[in-house]
């Protein structure tokens, strides 16, 4: 970083050689995107507090298994924070767990890929932004269902009142336009 | 699952809205498909970044202390969790890569399963990729590690490793493998240089939630460890393809 500060992957190290004050520091940078998705998902502030806790908790507790070379930190300490939401909200709702995968190599195995593709991949808030309001309103609304609400796509089709073959298909087709959109600026 | 209904399943994969058998199934054909496993990486980046789509926000003051606590509390991480993954990069540019022609015919899997491409992934994901620095979970006695082999989806993605011990006895370790719904079970084969699966019994969750055995079988004339996913009790012979395999 052209700043000075450790970046995430320097962060992921002193953490791995058992410094406590890495996570801090990961959390100054991080606290407010993890807070603000958590409480998105559970619209509640009690929770979205324990759901961040956990997911911070869980990363100084996996950490040693995390591979800052081969997958984003920052992606990873998400996708901990969107599935403890999801399960907090079903849970609170009385729907059962999905008890979603959060393990740093199911992370890295699940979201790796060939290097020129995906790992330069910096997918900032505006053109993510862009990408979703380019998705036709009937696939957006099917895919924040599937992950604000974290609804299966037979809960989703219920919800809607469509086929489960619709659900699958505006999830798929809506998922590959923000795809196509995403990929120039990836490339560029 | 063939082909055609995973391509149809790939967006609700990604945004992990398929039940818990659909997506077991998922990840079965994805561990043999190197076309569908490439477009689920993809799909799963993309869904992930809707999480940039939200705005930030100011958490409560408590919770930054809160979390220092709860991290001191956690106290030293475990030995376990200390293991230093050391490994060479290359693993990653296995992925989808065009396979050696020829591979598919060097091992026969009984039933004609996708055993070939497995076993031609694992040519490319060379063993010795990866350097592990393993404290062994088992009872402490000096035991000798005589090879520690990755145990690998066919895409070249690590999934746990198989650490063969002194004694023909091997510890199989599924760090990355997602737990099963209570009717299935992970069971592990050894297979011979002729394409022959051998039982070396089910897999267990440790108190982590960690797939692993510890199993006895002559190494010599074992070409590989497999895994396949089976109904809870094991079967005799595998019924579905390998979803995980470790080369020795
Ligand atoms: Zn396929």
Redesign the pocket.
């Given at each position: 970083m052209s700043n000075g500060e450790p970046d995430d992957g320097a962060l992921l190290r002193l953490m791995q050689a058992g410094d406590e004050s890495a996570v801090s520091a990961l959390y100054d940078r991080y606290g407010g995107v993890a807070y603000g998705l958590a409480f998105r998902i559970t619209s509640d502030g009690t929770l979205a507090e324990d759901v961040v806790q956990e997911a911070f908790v869980s990363v100084w507790k996996q950490c040693g298994r995390f591979d800052a070379s081969r997958g984003q930190a920052r992606s990873w300490l998400l996708t901990i924070v969107h599935h403890r939401a999801v399960d907090a909200v079903r849970r609170r709702t009385g729907r059962p767990e999905r008890g979603l995968p959060e393990g740093a190599e199911e992370f890295l195995a699940a979201t790796q890929g060939r290097p020129e593709e995906l790992a330069e991949m910096t997918l900032d808030a505006a053109a993510v932004r862009d990408a979703v309001r380019l998705v036709p309103a009937e696939q957006r609304e099917t895919i924040v269902l599937a992950y604000f609400e974290g609804m299966t796509h037979v809960e989703i089709a219920e919800r809607m009142g469509v086929p489960l073959g619709t659900v699958k298909s505006r999830l798929r087709i809506g998922l590959e336009k923000m795809r196509e959109y995403l990929r120039p600026k990836v490339l560029e | 699952m063939n082909?055609e209904q995973?391509?149809e399943l790939l967006g609700a994969y990604a945004l992990d809205a398929l039940p818990d058998e659909e997506a077991t199934q998922m990840r079965a054909?994805l561990a043999t498909?190197a076309?569908?496993a490439a477009k689920a990486r993809e799909l799963r980046v993309v869904a992930s970044a809707l999480a940039e789509t939200v705005e930030p926000m100011v958490p409560p003051r408590a919770l930054r202390g809160r979390i220092a606590a709860a991290v001191a509390s956690a106290g030293e991480q475990t030995t376990d969790n200390r293991q230093q993954i050391l490994h060479d990069p290359p693993v990653a540019l296995a992925h989808g890569r065009a396979r050696p022609d020829g591979a598919r015919a060097r091992v026969q899997w009984r039933p004609s399963y996708a055993w070939g491409a497995i076993a031609a992934g694992l040519l490319i994901a060379v063993a010795g990729l990866l350097a592990w620095n393993i404290s062994l979970r088992s009872d402490g006695g000096a035991t000798d590690v005589l090879a520690v082999k990755p145990l690998l989806q066919d895409t070249g993605a690590t999934a746990g490793y198989v650490v063969l011990l002194e004694g023909d006895r091997a510890s199989i370790v599924g760090e990355a493998l997602p737990r099963l719904e209570p009717a299935k079970a992970y069971q592990l084969w050894s297979i011979s240089t002729a394409g022959e699966a051998t039982s070396l019994g089910l897999m267990e969750y440790d108190d982590a939630g960690v797939a692993v055995a510890d199993v006895s079988f002559d190494p010599s004339g074992t070409t590989a460890v497999a895994i396949t996913i089976e109904r809870a009790g094991g079967v005799e012979q595998p019924t579905s393809a390998p979803v995980y395999s470790a080369r020795l």
């Open positions: - | 082909c995973a391509e054909h498909c076309e569908h």
